[in-house]
């Protein structure tokens, strides 16, 4: 259940919603159809003792990564599919993480001031400096210079607007008051804040504070969409760890074969651990460092 590139809204309460986006991409309907069809053939499956798993001859599994194309088609049976922002490593280490249609351009040669300059000509992007104070780290939208040495912060351009928010550290806005001027600061903004800036007047700037839940919400694009269509539960699992931060293990490889649909972030897996105890009777069993075991309740 694919994304629909015109919806960009992220819910207002993700955390406690998380898989509200498949509903706001208007992909609701096939993703329930997909959970409703899992359901009714695992019923078919269960024996009389009671077990939730039995197996089946498995399709064929491919797992994939997805940056740029939101509009494709619902996935096959059998298969996974992760969509994550496209991450480039700069020349100096610095780490550029583009959502869905951002374009940059990379010039880190003598010839550029002595900085190293980024021009983001659309979309948005996150950056993670490395930090070298001799050559400035210069982020270019729309004739807005924003200049950091080691920090980290996003900058989006949309319409006539540019967005900035810092992550870590603090950052320079540079304007220009003529097309003919040298770019000044207009101001410098700390972590914890963001600054909004009128392309076609920039002059025209407002810096204020963002809470917490407000920067998750504005970065949620950062964090990977696992989606499953009839997934073989040991194939969500391997994605889960790679993705995640979690150590999840299956008591038995007889739980393996349970095939999986739907969506979710991957730094929420309570729906996913939710659906396994309540309809198939599998549950979490959580350990030290969010090692989590999955084995059939008895």
């Not at 889960?240 to 007889?254: D, F, P, Y």
Request: glycine letters at 6%; one cysteine or more.
């Amino acid at each position: 259940m694919n994304p629909n590139p015109t919806a960009t809204a992220v819910p207002a309460k993700w955390e406690e919603n998380p898989l509200e986006w498949p509903r706001a991409a208007g992909q609701v309907d096939l993703l329930m159809t997909a959970i409703a069809v899992r359901q009714k053939r695992q019923r078919r499956r269960r024996v009389a003792a009671g077990a939730a798993v039995l197996t089946t001859a498995c399709l064929c599994f491919l797992a994939s990564i997805r940056t740029g194309n939101f509009d494709a088609a619902p996935l096959p049976e059998g298969r996974a599919l992760v969509v994550a922002p496209q991450r480039l490593v700069l020349p100096d280490g610095s780490v550029a993480e583009l959502n869905q249609g951002a374009q940059l351009t990379i010039d880190f040669s003598a010839s550029s001031s002595g900085a190293r300059t980024v021009s983001l000509t659309n979309g948005e992007a996150h950056f993670q400096v490395a930090k070298f104070s001799e050559r400035p780290f210069v982020v270019r939208v729309a004739g807005v210079n924003f200049r950091a040495v080691g920090t980290a912060f996003s900058v989006g351009l949309s319409g006539s607007s540019i967005e900035m928010l810092v992550t870590e550290g603090r950052v320079a806005v540079e304007t220009r008051e003529g097309i003919s001027d040298s770019p000044k600061v207009a101001a410098v903004v700390n972590a914890g804040n963001r600054v909004v800036v009128d392309s076609s007047a920039t002059q025209n700037l407002a810096v204020s504070p963002v809470s917490a839940v407000v920067s998750q919400q504005k970065l949620a694009w950062r964090i990977p969409r696992l989606e499953f269509s009839e997934t073989p539960l040991s194939e969500v699992v391997g994605l889960l760890n790679q993705h995640s931060g979690k150590r999840i293990s299956l008591a038995t490889a007889v739980l393996g074969s349970l095939q999986i649909s739907g969506a979710l972030r991957a730094d929420n897996l309570e729906p996913l651990l939710q659906i396994l105890e309540t309809t198939h009777r599998i549950k979490a069993n959580r350990g030290l460092n969010d090692e989590i075991v999955l084995m059939l309740e008895r």
